[in-house]
């Protein structure tokens, strides 16, 4: 199974969101569209997470990695 990309992951979870806020949905269908929606959130989040790391890190002239850190920290 190949991955998600981020945008596709949010959008459906977002269509799980909406589905689940109309209320017209079987329990277990809820249970289970409310489980893969945190899956999807959870994965969402990671890759969100990976993002900011990656980009929080600037290379020196000697193309060493460093940690950007904002003035005033």
Same mark, same amino acid.
């Given at each position: 199974?190949? @991955?998600?990309?981020? #945008? %596709?992951?949010? !959008? +459906?979870? +977002? /269509?799980? $969101?909406? =589905?689940?806020? !109309?209320? &017209? $949905?079987?329990? #277990? #269908?809820?249970? &289970?569209?409310?489980?893969?929606?945190? &899956?999807?959130?959870? !994965?969402? !989040? &990671? @890759?969100? @997470? =990976? %993002?900011?790391?990656?980009?929080? =890190?600037?290379?020196? +002239?000697?193309? /060493?990695? $460093?940690?950007? /850190? /904002?003035?005033? +920290?």
């Amino acid at each position: 199974m190949a @991955t998600k990309t981020f #945008e %596709a992951s949010l !959008q +459906e979870l +977002e /269509e799980i $969101v909406l =589905k689940l806020e !109309q209320g &017209d $949905v079987p329990l #277990e #269908e809820a249970l &289970d569209a409310f489980k893969k929606g945190m &899956d999807l959130s959870k !994965q969402c !989040q &990671d @890759t969100l @997470t =990976k %993002a900011e790391k990656t980009l929080t =890190k600037m290379m020196t +002239e000697a193309n /060493e990695e $460093v940690v950007f /850190e /904002e003035k005033g +920290e």
